[in-house]
């Protein structure tokens, strides 16, 4: 009966252009979920990246004061394609390359800053298979780096998690599926990046047939 609870405990989602997957995540006002973490898992080509930024593009055509925040790791994609092929409004696009020089540690600082300024809607990493920790770009590829990127990714959750709750921004992971080798079950392929990602995570869409 106490509003500001209600409103507390209420989830609003940012609308996908596919009404069938909105109705999948939570009904006809479905989409990807504020105030949390989502996954977008697939094989290559699968449409990750895509269903993603024609997201952002149509937010930004129905909510004039919608922002959007893309860090770029792949090197895939520059933001004049993202927004000369999917009309994305670029000055409401906060799009960031990352650079390998940096590390990844202090580039998801530089994102953590970004958000804390509580104006982003909607911010995405494409891909997080690709933010490599600066200690394994430094060490010989002879050495081990066991569980790096799984320590990287179990810090970004603890300092994420309350900015994003806060702002209520949805936050986006693109995740490649890799394989499990030692896996006996019939589906080998798994996300990739540790356990706290996939505790950390409201949605996961795995993209695949």
Same mark, same amino acid.
């Given at each position: 009966?106490?509003?500001?609870?209600?409103?507390?405990? /209420?989830?609003?989602? %940012?609308?996908?252009?596919?009404?069938?997957?909105?109705?999948?995540?939570?009904? #006809?006002?479905?989409?990807?979920?504020?105030?949390?973490?989502?996954?977008?898992?697939?094989?290559?080509?699968?449409?990750?990246?895509? %269903?993603?930024?024609?997201?952002?593009?149509?937010? @930004?055509?129905?909510?004039?004061?919608?922002?959007?925040?893309?860090?770029?790791?792949?090197?895939?994609?520059?933001?004049? =394609? %993202?927004?000369?092929?999917?009309?994305? $409004?670029?000055?409401?696009?906060?799009?960031?390359? =990352?650079? #390998?020089?940096?590390?990844?540690?202090?580039?998801?600082?530089?994102?953590?800053?970004?958000?804390? /300024?509580?104006?982003?809607?909607?911010?995405?990493?494409?891909?997080?298979?690709?933010?490599?920790?600066?200690?394994?770009?430094?060490?010989?590829?002879?050495?081990?780096?066991?569980?790096?990127?799984?320590?990287?990714?179990?810090? @970004?959750?603890?300092?994420?998690?309350? %900015?994003?709750?806060?702002?209520?921004?949805?936050?986006?992971?693109?995740?490649?599926?890799?394989?499990?080798?030692?896996? @006996?079950?019939?589906?080998?392929?798994?996300?990739?990046?540790?356990?706290?990602?996939?505790?950390?995570?409201?949605?996961?869409? $795995?993209?695949?047939?």
């Amino acid at each position: 009966d106490n509003p500001e609870i209600e409103q507390k405990l /209420t989830i609003r989602y %940012i609308p996908t252009p596919s009404k069938a997957l909105n109705l999948a995540i939570a009904g #006809p006002q479905g989409g990807f979920p504020r105030g949390r973490c989502s996954l977008i898992a697939g094989l290559p080509d699968s449409g990750k990246t895509s %269903i993603l930024l024609e997201t952002i593009s149509l937010n @930004m055509k129905k909510d004039p004061s919608f922002i959007a925040f893309w860090l770029e790791s792949e090197g895939s994609l520059t933001k004049d =394609y %993202i927004c000369g092929v999917f009309g994305v $409004d670029p000055e409401r696009f906060i799009f960031m390359e =990352y650079d #390998p020089v940096l590390g990844a540690e202090d580039v998801l600082d530089m994102v953590r800053s970004v958000l804390s /300024t509580g104006v982003v809607d909607m911010a995405c990493i494409n891909s997080l298979k690709c933010l490599v920790p600066k200690k394994e770009q430094e060490i010989a590829l002879k050495d081990a780096t066991v569980a790096l990127q799984a320590r990287l990714n179990s810090r @970004m959750t603890n300092k994420f998690t309350a %900015i994003v709750k806060e702002y209520d921004t949805a936050f986006c992971l693109v995740c490649h599926l890799t394989t499990d080798i030692g896996s @006996m079950s019939r589906d080998p392929l798994i996300v990739a990046g540790g356990h706290s990602i996939k505790y950390w995570s409201s949605l996961t869409i $795995d993209m695949r047939k």
